[in-house]
Structure formats: structure tokens, C-alpha cells
């Protein structure tokens, strides 16, 4: 008696056949319907029977418990009727209109009767078919697959299960790989992001330094976060170490390069471009107007040129130093320094020894800070531009793409030269008189007199004519904006022009 029980619930039709009360005669009803193609009418009639059924259904807990199967039966109705709106072309549509639910609203509601059937019985394999029926239709193949291996685990033979199986990894196999490869990576990426970002910066850890109070960040980020204070950014505790000399976590730094090797390799790329931005990539410290061959001390104490100087000192040592017009913009020009010492400082500044070497520079006048979001605009008709680097951001130093520029050369044998020649051993001449006038002289500063005398000493011969013409403005007392004029121009005879006055016949330095 049970294997008839059981060859009536699992009949080729797509439906159940139980004889029982009023809802086995609308069951029986329902099935007729949907054996005849009328979904809609079968519907109805199964929806009728689950109103009627008793509330005590303990005469039903066997194997052909009656609310499952109306279930199952609905849940085929709907996927049948949804299957049949999908094919109808869309000319008939046109010509007449088609009412009630569209073919995604009846599949949600056959999934939602599979998925009770199973909750009233999961130890029948045609009520996990049911579901994975639903879920194909919805596009949802992973789900489906899991379906039908979760029914395969209840009955191993059910050949219809076997069956949808195939047909499912046959025609759907390529989007399911694709939905599985996309599950791990995102699976890895929630991995990453939750144990190995920097909390600082949001991203991927790069030489990562671990503090005794047990946070992780970038050793850069860390850097930078100390030029404000010497607590820990999360805790607040206080911290007596140097993230320049603090040695990086090894178990975690090697943690990420080998298990996100991309990424690790993205991040060191960029880092590596922080670090050395390029040739013609510079950043700005806005000071004063210096000129070739000049040499200074500093005493940088900001943090965002801490930051600058750090990170200069970790490339070639190299930056551009400009000062600002009198109508308090930035000038347009400028030159390149090279730091010769850098002293830290316990308390977090920096002592520089810079010499300003010879080649000289122009940006655009509009320089702007580093992160400001707008668009590079050109420069003056020396055809600087500004470049915003978005890796810099949160520095707030100034960086300018720039192009440099020398005199224009003379050439040998011509009158010009020869002029220059003449001017500039005159010059040579001029100065040293006035120095030696400087000395003998009992009223002056001798502490001015003695800083001038030093800067005379590294004076270079009057033939190189560019380097002597700067290293002779340097000697003498000069505005500001008589060195930018000086840096403005390409001409080394008009370069020795300003910082003299005509009086009689003779040259003097304007004091």
C-alpha cells in the first residue's frame, strides 16, 4: 500500500492525486486544469483547497501530507504560467493586452511555495526541485544548483533531479563559474579590508609598523600622524618610538604580499610615485626669492613640510623653493634647491643646509595647495602648468610641474660675446674693489661685512658667465623683485644690468 502511496506522489503529471475530503476533491480538480494547460484555473483551485484545509491536519502527517503537495502543485502552476507569458511575442501583446501579474511576480510567488513545502517537508525531493525550478526562472543559477543537490542529498536516484542538474551546469555552467570566482574575490575582499587596512589612510598596509599598545599602520602614515603629536592615532597612547627607525611587522607584511600579491604590488607602485613623483615634479617651499649658486640654512618646523622634507630626503634631496610677489601671489619662477645636511631635531624639526643650484625654473604664478579639486590650468607664456597629485592630498605642501631653463648661449667669435666678456671682467674687478673698501672701512657691521665676504669666496671665475653673474648678485644688496627680474631674464648681459646704477663714468653696486 505505501509504494502506491509513493508512485502516486511522484506521477509523471505535475501534480498530486490524493483522495481525501474537500481539499483531495479540489486537489484532484486543480490537476485536471493544469493537465489541460489552464494555470490559471489551476491555480485558483489549489489556492481554494490550502483556504479549506483543517487547522488540525494531524490526519495528514504522512507521506502524502495534503498542504506540501498543493503547495508543490501551485508552485509548478506558477512557473508553467510564467513560462507561457514569456514566450508570447510581442506583436500578440499589442494587439491584446495582457492582464495580471507579470512572469517575475508569479516565479516570486512559486519560490515562496517551494520554499514552504520544503519547511513542511524536507525529506520530500520533489519540493527542492519545485524551488530549483523557480530559481532557474528568476536567473538566480547558484541557488538553483544549491537546490538541486540539497533534494539530490534527500533521494540520490531521483532521476528528475539528475536531470534538471545537468541541464542546468549544460546551458548555465559559464555564468555559474563566473558567479563563484566572483563570490571569492569578494569573499577575500571583505577579508582584506577588515583585518588588513590601514585605518588611517583606508587602504592595504605598506611596511606596516605594529605599536607596543597593538595597532597596525602604514610606517608612513604613522610618520605623519606623529608630526602633530606623539600618540598613538587610535588610542591615544603615548608612544616613544620613531617610525622612521621602527623596524616593520615581518609576519604581517609578509601575510599580505602573499596573499594579495595585486594588490600589495599596486600599493608600492603608488607609494614608489609619492616618493619619486619624476623629473619634472616638484615640491614647493614658499619662502623667499633665491638665486643660483646661493647657499642657506633652514629651520623647518611646519608639519606639512616636515612631511616634505622627509619625503624629499627619501628621493634626490632635491625641491623647489619660490617666494611671493608683492601683491602677495606666488611667483611664477623660481629655483631648485638641493638639501647638502638634514639635522632632526629631537622635538621634530628639521635643520637644512641647502645650496640653490644653477638650473632655474618656471611654474605657473597660480600655484595652488596640494589637493585643491580644480583643473590644471596653463601657466604664463613660459608654459608651466600646475599637476594635482590626489596621492598627496592630505599633505597640504605645495608640488608644480615645471620646466626648466637656462640663458641663452652666446656664440664664440660674436660682438655680444665680446661685450659680455668686457662686462663681466669689469664686474669682477668692481666687486672686489668694493669688498676690499668694505673691510677697510671701521663703521661698518662687521658681522654683514663678514657674511658677504663669505659669500664672495665661492664666486667663480668670470668666465662662466651665468654662474658669475648670479654668484655677483648674490654678493650684493638686492630687492626682492630685482631677483626675480633677474630670474626672469635669458640674457647674461642684461642679467649683470640691475644691480648697478650709472654714476659718471663709472659702475657702482647700489648700496
Not at 513560462?83 to 511575442?89: A, D, N, V
Amino acid at each position: 500500500m505505501a509504494e502506491v502511496q509513493d508512485r502516486r506522489a511522484d506521477s509523471v503529471s505535475d501534480s498530486e492525486d490524493v483522495d481525501d475530503e474537500e481539499g483531495v476533491t479540489l486537489l484532484e480538480v486543480g490537476n485536471a486544469a493544469f493537465r489541460s494547460e489552464k494555470y490559471d484555473e489551476a491555480i485558483k483551485v489549489y489556492s481554494d483547497a490550502l483556504e479549506v484545509l483543517p487547522f488540525d491536519l494531524e490526519k495528514h502527517r504522512g507521506p502524502l501530507m495534503l498542504e506540501p503537495v498543493l503547495l508543490s502543485n501551485r508552485c509548478a502552476a506558477y512557473c508553467k504560467l510564467s513560462e507561457r507569458l514569456r514566450k508570447i511575442p510581442a506583436e500578440l501583446s499589442e494587439e491584446r493586452a495582457l492582464f495580471g501579474l507579470d512572469p517575475t511576480s508569479l516565479v516570486q510567488l512559486a519560490l515562496k511555495d517551494g520554499e514552504k513545502a520544503i519547511k513542511l517537508r524536507k525529506d520530500w525531493p520533489k519540493a527542492y526541485l519545485r524551488k530549483g525550478t523557480a530559481l532557474v526562472l528568476l536567473e538566480q543559477y547558484e541557488g538553483a544548483r544549491d537546490a538541486f543537490l540539497d533534494g539530490l542529498q534527500v533521494d540520490p536516484r531521483s532521476t528528475s533531479l539528475q536531470k534538471a542538474l545537468r541541464d542546468l551546469n549544460r546551458e548555465f555552467g559559464g555564468q555559474l563559474e563566473e558567479v563563484e570566482n566572483s563570490r571569492q574575490q569578494k569573499r577575500a575582499k571583505v577579508v582584506r579590508s577588515d583585518e588588513l587596512d590601514c585605518t588611517l589612510c583606508l587602504k592595504l598596509l605598506y611596511s606596516p609598523i605594529t605599536t607596543p599598545c597593538g595597532h597596525s599602520f602604514c610606517r608612513g602614515c604613522l610618520l605623519q600622524a606623529m608630526d602633530h603629536g606623539n600618540k598613538c592615532p587610535m588610542c591615544r597612547t603615548v608612544l616613544f618610538v620613531s617610525p622612521k627607525t621602527y623596524p616593520v611587522s615581518v609576519t604581517l607584511n609578509n601575510l599580505i604580499q602573499r596573499n594579495f600579491p595585486e594588490e600589495y604590488k599596486e600599493r608600492k607602485d603608488e607609494m614608489d610615485e609619492v616618493l619619486q613623483p619624476g623629473k619634472e615634479i616638484l615640491p614647493l617651499f614658499v619662502m623667499d626669492v633665491v638665486l643660483p649658486c646661493e647657499r642657506m640654512s633652514l629651520n623647518i618646523f611646519e608639519p606639512r613640510y616636515r612631511l616634505m622634507v622627509r619625503r624629499v630626503m627619501e628621493g634626490n634631496h632635491r625641491m623647489g623653493m619660490v617666494g611671493v610677489e608683492e601683491r602677495g601671489v606666488l611667483a611664477d619662477i623660481g629655483c631648485e634647491v638641493e638639501i647638502c645636511e638634514c639635522q632632526p631635531l629631537p622635538d621634530g624639526r628639521f635643520y637644512l643646509e641647502v645650496s640653490v643650484i644653477a638650473l632655474h625654473m618656471k611654474s605657473c604664478p597660480q600655484l595652488r595647495d596640494v589637493g585643491a579639486l580644480a583643473s590644471p590650468k596653463h601657466g604664463s607664456k613660459t608654459g608651466g602648468y600646475i599637476l594635482y597629485t590626489g596621492v598627496l592630498v592630505a599633505s597640504r605642501y605645495r608640488v608644480a610641474q615645471v620646466k626648466w631653463f637656462e640663458d641663452t648661449p652666446l656664440e664664440d667669435g660674436s660682438r655680444e660675446k665680446e661685450q659680455l666678456t668686457s662686462l663681466l671682467k669689469g664686474a669682477s674687478t668692481l666687486a672686489k674693489t668694493w669688498l676690499q673698501r668694505g673691510l677697510d672701512l671701521q663703521t661698518c657691521d662687521r658681522r654683514a661685512v663678514h657674511d658677504v665676504v663669505k659669500r664672495a669666496e665661492s664666486m667663480p671665475d668670470s668666465t662662466q658667465a651665468e654662474a658669475f653673474s648670479f654668484s655677483l648678485a648674490n654678493v650684493l644688496i638686492i630687492r626682492p623683485q630685482e631677483k626675480l627680474q633677474l630670474l626672469r631674464t635669458t640674457d647674461t648681459r642684461e642679467a649683470g644690468n640691475p644691480p648697478y646704477k650709472r654714476r659718471g663714468d663709472k659702475w657702482t653696486p647700489d648700496l
